[in-house]
């Protein structure tokens, strides 16, 4: 009877061991995503609107005070560029797609200055390109 006890001991701890495991990797996972907090925002009234596009533009350059969501683009911008929006939900990497597609056409002096601030060496322009061509 001790021995079955034993055993059913040693079980139980396994499967606490596991059970730990899988809240660790569940975290992990969570971790290796940026939030999804402003996956919803209306890109297109930014976009149209000059001065709310200004606005942002001058937080990622350092000319401007930034809004909480300026200021999470402002942080995650310099790996996402690295990474090719590895971290990204699929819902930022159509925002950043589009953001990035509409400031190369229409805002081109802005694209210049926000890439050469945050890729001043280059290194990420030919990656980052094939991303924002991606379907």
Not at 22 to 30: E, M, P, T
Not at 37 to 52: F, H, P, V
Request: glycine fraction near 2%.
């Amino acid at each position: 009877n001790a021995e079955y006890m034993g055993i059913d001991m040693d079980n139980k701890l396994l499967i606490a061991g596991l059970w730990c495991l899988i809240a660790l990797h569940c975290a992990a996972v969570l971790a290796d995503r940026y939030t999804s907090r402003y996956d919803n925002i209306d890109l297109d009234s930014i976009l149209a609107n000059n001065r709310a596009l200004n606005a942002i533009i001058k937080c990622l350059l350092a000319k401007g005070p930034c809004s909480p969501e300026g200021k999470e683009l402002k942080t995650h911008l310099p790996e996402a560029l690295r990474t090719n929006c590895a971290k990204c939900t699929d819902a930022q990497k159509s925002i950043i797609k589009r953001a990035s597609k509409y400031l190369v056409a229409n805002r081109a002096s802005d694209w210049s200055d926000i890439t050469n601030k945050y890729d001043p060496e280059r290194k990420y322009r030919n990656s980052f390109q094939r991303f924002l061509n991606e379907e």
